[in-house]
């Protein structure tokens, strides 16, 4: 069935670092993909997303390119903050029984030190 | 626009008993979902509704009822409780047009003991 993949956690960064988050995923069809990230105590917020293959999602500093050849959708960012520090899910979208629906990968667990 | 608003934030049950989480949103929002999130296993859908009067099981909605007779509540009821369900339960929306930008609520803090 579809699934999302993601590297195992926790990451333990110094601040400056450069991050990078891997996720694969297995799907029939073209899934989008999401990157959601969750600060602590928070619900999840949308941080980008891609549609199609080749497009690439960026916000608040962070990219991630969807690569149909690779099926994958790593996240990454150039230099992390203290304030980056939280859990990041990738996910992606699948239909089923007519309708659609999210589908989450474990989450990784980020932590910046200062 | 208070967004995705969720009641508890926390509660304790003892096996057997019954509850309901509260999920509301203002955001006039077609398609609301439930979730829980547990360690080690990402966030599994619960149960989903497409629209007011409209819902349908996710991957795991053994134990858990839901309805959803307005556009902006979708309350969750657990039935019988059981540790199984200790968690933290997610409530989400989203505009028909924008399916996948879920937003999310705070969330609710679940222990069964």
Not at chain 1, 65 to 93: I, N, P
Not at chain 2, 17 to 46: F, K, V
Request: charged residues 15%; hydrophobic residues 30%; proline residues 5%.
């Amino acid at each position: 069935g579809d699934s999302v993949t993601q590297m195992e956690g926790p990451v333990t960064l110094s601040e400056e670092a450069f991050l990078t988050i891997n996720c694969t995923y297995t799907a029939t069809g073209y899934p989008s993909l999401f990157w959601y990230v969750q600060y602590p105590g928070e619900g999840l917020q949308l941080l980008l997303k891609a549609t199609k293959a080749d497009d690439k999602g960026s916000n608040k500093g962070f990219e991630a390119t969807y690569r149909k050849e690779t099926t994958s959708f790593h996240l990454e960012k150039g230099s992390v903050q203290v304030s980056d520090s939280a859990v990041y899910f990738c996910a992606l979208s699948l239909t089923q029984g007519g309708s659609e629906k999210l589908v989450f990968g474990k989450g990784t667990k980020l932590t910046v030190n200062p | 626009n208070a967004g995705v608003t969720q009641t508890p934030k926390f509660q304790v049950l003892k096996t057997g008993q019954s509850m309901t989480l509260q999920c509301a949103q203002d955001m006039n929002h077609e398609y609301m979902s439930w979730y829980r999130q547990d360690p080690g296993m990402g966030l599994r859908l619960i149960h989903y509704s497409v629209g007011a009067g409209i819902t349908d099981q996710g991957e795991v909605p053994n134990g858990y009822n839901v309805s959803r007779s307005t556009t902006e509540d979708f309350p969750l009821r657990l039935l019988s409780a059981a540790p199984s369900q200790t968690s933290v339960y997610f409530c989400a929306s989203s505009p028909r047009e924008g399916l996948y930008e879920q937003y999310f609520g705070p969330g609710t803090r679940l222990t069964v003991t």
